[in-house]
């Protein structure tokens, strides 16, 4: 559940910019948020297949209040945030699986 908030924070900036900026000047592209978990890692892909990013935007030098804040929500989350512009723009959000308490274990 602590992961929730930030992790709906970083959603909410993501999808709205992606459509925003992603496909100006067309109506047509993907945008996709696929989300996968094994037993150990979760993994939420947020990507799209439109213009990318402005050159020069990276993890280190993140450009705008957007990117800024979802670079700041990962960090208390244990999370990895993987950027890719071959096709369009892509997030790639690792983090650990939190374990469950031993109280739900007992159940």
Same mark, same amino acid.
């Given at each position: 559940?602590?992961? /929730?908030?930030?992790?709906? *924070? @970083?959603?909410?900036?993501? @999808? ?7 496909? +100006?000047? +067309?109506?047509?592209?993907? *945008?996709?948020?696929? /989300? ?9 892909? @947020? ?5 990318? *990013? ?25 999370? +990895?945030?993987?950027?890719?512009? +071959? ?21």
């Amino acid at each position: 559940m602590s992961a /929730a908030m930030p992790l709906w *924070l @970083i959603i909410n900036e993501l @999808i709205p910019s992606g459509m925003r900026y992603a496909f +100006t000047g +067309t109506n047509k592209g993907t *945008l996709s948020i696929p /989300a996968t978990d094994d037993k150990q890692i979760l993994m939420l892909v @947020i990507s799209d297949t439109g213009t990318g *990013l402005p050159a020069g935007i990276t993890l280190e030098n993140p450009a705008t209040p957007g990117f800024h804040l979802v670079s700041i929500l990962i960090e208390p989350l244990n999370d +990895t945030m993987a950027l890719d512009f +071959t096709e369009g723009t892509k997030f790639t959000f690792t983090f650990p699986r939190i374990a469950a308490s031993s109280a739900e274990n007992e159940k």
